[in-house]
């Protein structure tokens, strides 16, 4: 699993005009191909009498599945010029659909790759991103003179706690970056004199979106 990389995490769209031909982009997360393919359908269908409907799409954590198509438009003048701004943006599973109107006035190659790769940048303004952070789900349980101790240790180390329970003892869920993992267990273990029972209990992706926690 990789440490961090960056995701679409509410769709969007926007729309440039060009010499009276519209270009509507249209973003959405995917997990899939197949959640790529279908958006650009579903696309499609929804502006059926358009001349083209270009695209490009990235998936996966390290970006192992990425098109791009250019949809009748001149070979290099869509696509990718679409596949340039995603990569540019560090965007992973996405998938962008940009319809074309044609307004009547040829626009050159040129005047098409500033089109697409303009209407995509508008739409991408209207998106929410989020940067996926690999993290470690851990446990601590203590007895109820640590509890202080324990949310002392979580504030000072800027680690979110995600769930406590009060029993007989008190346990703490904590969201921790995997880079800080044996820092925090050392922390715990100092700051509770050894008697804290710390359990891992699994690795998971996590980010902020517009102020909130999300956990993946």
């Not at 695209?55 to 198509?69: F, L």
């Not at 996405?94 to 040129?110: E, H, I, M, P, Q």
């Not at 470690?136 to 000072?156: F, P, R, S, T």
């Amino acid at each position: 699993m990789v440490e961090h990389y960056k995701i679409i995490y509410e769709g969007g769209e926007g729309e440039l005009v060009e010499k009276k031909s519209r270009f509507i982009a249209q973003i959405a997360p995917v997990k899939t191909e197949e959640e790529a393919l279908a958006f650009v359908e579903e696309i499609r269908r929804q502006h059926w009498n358009a001349r083209h409907h270009c695209y490009a799409y990235i998936i996966g954590e390290r970006g192992q599945t990425a098109r791009c198509s250019d949809d009748g438009e001149p070979s290099q003048t869509a696509g990718k010029p679409m596949m340039d701004v995603l990569e540019g943006e560090e965007l992973h599973d996405v998938c962008a659909v940009v319809t074309r109107y044609f307004g009547g006035t040829l626009l050159g190659t040129g005047g098409l790759v500033r089109a697409y790769s303009g209407a995509l940048k508008e739409g991408l303004k209207n998106c929410v991103a989020v940067e996926k952070r690999l993290g470690v789900q851990m446990e601590a349980e203590a007895d109820y003179n640590h509890v202080g101790k324990l949310q002392y240790i979580a504030a000072q180390e800027g680690i979110d706690i995600l769930e406590s329970r009060y029993t007989d003892r008190a346990v703490f869920v904590f969201l921790v970056p995997v880079s800080m993992e044996e820092r925090f267990r050392t922390k715990i273990t100092e700051g509770t004199n050894g008697r804290a029972q710390i359990r891992r209990i699994k690795e998971l992706y996590y980010g902020m979106a517009e102020g909130e926690l999300v956990v993946f």
